[in-house]
């Protein structure tokens, strides 16, 4: 669903993921520039909703939990977007080109996003 409006399901799930008392890390530098040039790494558009997370938060980390995103120039930040997803797929098997790792998993893979 695309995002239209701060009242979307993204814009109330980031209010609570920064209300929490659990948040660790919120990144800096985040913004269309550096989400674009995440997409131009990749060779993807983001979706909507993502997009949204990445321009208001850019990555976060809550509750043991960090969901990759963008945190200033992706070509030299480890644990973005960018660096997971070309870590994956680079890996064996390959993480089609279409996916995006968001989020590391406790056995080595990674949640993704299609």
Known sequence: M?????????SQAIDAIMRSQDVAYVGEDHGKLWVGKAEEALGVSFPAD???FLVRLGVVAFSGREIYGVNGDPAGNRCTVVDRTLFHRGAKPALPSRYLAIEGHDEGGAVVLD
């Open 2 to 10: 695309p995002v239209n409006s701060n009242d979307s399901a993204v």
């Open 50 to 52: 993502y997009r949204h």
